[in-house]
């Protein structure tokens, strides 16, 4: 019997016109443009300023940029998986509403949310059900809108998180290419450090929640960093062990962009010289679960097939993981 792999077929993306720099930023709040340069890599970030309008918006448009794209009849969609933690709605599908729209009328739907590590944890769902023979092509979507939850009046929040979404579509593969390998990490003791108090069933929103401003993110950003250090780094040490890889054997490292200097510490450990680094920060900030594909939608030409890419994330929860991918085309 030949093994099925699970393999990226198509990439599609989307991020909003409106550009937040760093210029303005320091117009906003105590902050400026060389301390977000330094500290984070940071330079500008998108935002979805219209009103009505939420993180389904810019799902829906990176789903259609992939479908144009990849010139696929969305009817044959068996399957939608929507990473995000700025779901449309507390409760009510986003990614069932996200299928629907874009015409996958014969694919069921849900969301899926692990903070930054949302995308890499739907990379592992999306595989397992291709690997397993059930399905035959997953739309995995990372997409979120950080705007509606980031307080603009907290520098220490602000200035990090953008707006975006990214898509992916995993289909079987018989040459041994696609997703090789993952090692996904959760610890609860991050529940403290990075999170929105209130708006969940412990805290439900009141006048005095939105008034303490506990409807936006709080993050304790020094313990997060280190964490997120270690954390990123140490699992793609093990992937690359437990795989047999040596950094010649690396083509590409796809890590979550939340701050340079981490991407740059998990590089380091990895042994890997920069240009194998894919980094687009600068022009997004981080986007959560929109980072990891926003980075092979704007670096897909550069992506040959047979190349070894290292996926690494870390976030909220906390989350955080690595996947060994094997490219598995050459775009047209
Ligand atoms: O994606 C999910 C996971 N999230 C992450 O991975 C984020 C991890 N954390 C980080 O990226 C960094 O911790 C931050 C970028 C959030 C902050 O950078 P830092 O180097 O850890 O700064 P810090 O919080 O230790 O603050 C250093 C100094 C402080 O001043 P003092 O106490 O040294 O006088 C802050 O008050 O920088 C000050 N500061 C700022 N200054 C200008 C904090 N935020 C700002 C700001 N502009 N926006």
């Known amino acids: 019997m030949t093994t099925i792999t699970a393999a990226i077929t198509a990439v599609g993306a989307y991020v909003p016109e409106f550009v937040l720099s760093n210029q303005v930023l320091e117009t906003m709040v105590d902050t400026n443009d060389e301390w977000i340069t330094t500290r984070t890599g940071i330079k500008e970030r998108r935002l979805l300023k219209e009103k009505g309008k939420g993180t389904s918006f810019m799902a829906i448009k990176a789903a259609q940029d992939l479908i144009s794209k990849a010139n696929i009849n969305p009817a044959e969609i068996d399957l939608v998986i929507m990473a995000t933690t700025t779901a ?22 849900y969301d899926l949310q692990a903070a930054c590590s949302s995308f890499l944890y739907g990379m592992s769902n999306a595989a397992a059900y291709i690997q397993s023979g ?36 995993f289909e079987p593969n018989y040459e041994g290419l696609g997703l090789q390998d993952e090692y996904l990490r959760s610890d609860g003791i991050g529940r403290e450090y990075l999170k929105i108090d209130a708006g969940g069933s412990i805290l439900p929103p009141s006048i005095e929640t939105v008034q303490n401003r506990q409807h936006y993110v709080f993050q304790d950003g020094k313990t997060v960093f280190k964490y997120a250090v270690s954390g990123m780094a140490d699992v793609s040490e093990k992937i690359m062990e437990r795989n047999n890889l040596t950094k010649d054997d690396i083509n590409w490292l796809v890590a979550h962009q939340a701050n340079k200097r981490i991407i740059d510490a998990t590089a380091n450990r990895m042994g890997l010289d920069e240009s194998k680094v ?29 190349d070894n890419l290292i996926f690494a994330a870390f976030g909220g929860g906390f989350t955080w993981g690595s996947i060994y991918l094997k490219w598995a085309y050459n775009k047209q």
């Open 88 to 109: 449309d709605m507390p409760v009510a599908s986003t990614g069932v509403y996200v299928a629907s729209q874009i015409g996958a009328v014969n694919a069921f739907a």
């Open 134 to 169: 059930r399905y035959k092509k997953v739309l995995l979507i990372g997409a979120d809108k950080m705007s509606s939850i980031i307080d603009y009046t907290d520098r220490a929040t602000c200035i990090i998180f953008g707006d975006g979404a990214g898509a992916v579509l």
């Open 278 to 306: 894919l980094v687009n920060i600068h022009r997004y900030g981080n986007t959560t679960s929109a980072t990891l594909p926003l980075l092979l939608s704007d670096f897909e030409n550069q992506l040959k097939k047979g």
